[in-house]
């Protein structure tokens, strides 16, 4: 047996804390991949209130929350710098707000997307006519994916070929 350090603290779990967001302005070092949550996100507070938006009018509702703004104001710069390199996780394609952003900067630039989702590139498809006789798929899908049907967890710990594939797209001189 050997005896519990005394020394030995085991890593802050962030998702045990609590976050309280504030409008400063954001900053982005110089070749730091910028990561931006536009609903918010659980344990997130402002003025005492949870922030998370969820449901319908979410763009109205952000609107109203200037950290959250800030985020997507960021979000939509990011998308026309050039060579953007422009990697999705955790998002379902369900909000027609953002699925609009996306389109209409890349029908602008035609910067590069990946998509990293266990259901791969269907993750993008239409959920709302899918069961239809007539499938109408959303503008969204003309982008040219690159796609990993792999956990992003995964991605980094069981999978050489799909971590190379991620950094091979994150590539600037392709």
Not at 57 to 85: G, Q, W
Not at 88 to 117: A, L, T
Not at 130 to 147: C, Q, R
Not at 152 to 169: A, Q, T
Request: aromatic share 10%; net charge positive.
């Amino acid at each position: 047996m050997h005896a519990r350090n005394a020394e030995f603290r085991p890593p802050f779990d962030r998702t045990k804390s609590t976050w309280h967001p504030t409008t400063a302005e954001i900053v982005r070092e110089p070749k730091a991949q910028p990561y931006i949550k536009l609903h918010g996100s659980s344990r997130w507070l402002t003025n005492g209130d949870e922030l998370l938006i969820m449901g319908a009018n979410k763009h109205a509702v952000i609107e109203l929350h200037p950290v959250l703004k800030s985020y997507h104001d960021e979000f939509r710069r990011c998308l026309v710098l050039p060579n953007t390199r422009f990697v999705v996780v955790g998002y379902s394609f369900q909000d027609d707000h953002i699925n609009s952003e996306i389109y209409e900067r890349w029908r602008q630039r035609r910067f590069r997307m990946m998509v990293i989702d266990p259901n791969g590139r269907d993750v993008m498809r239409n959920k709302k006519t899918l069961g239809n006789k007539v499938y109408l798929p959303l503008p969204i899908e003309e982008i040219d994916t690159t796609v990993s049907a792999r956990r992003l967890r995964d991605i980094f710990v069981e999978n050489g070929l799909e971590l190379r594939k991620l950094m091979r797209f994150l590539e600037h001189d392709r």
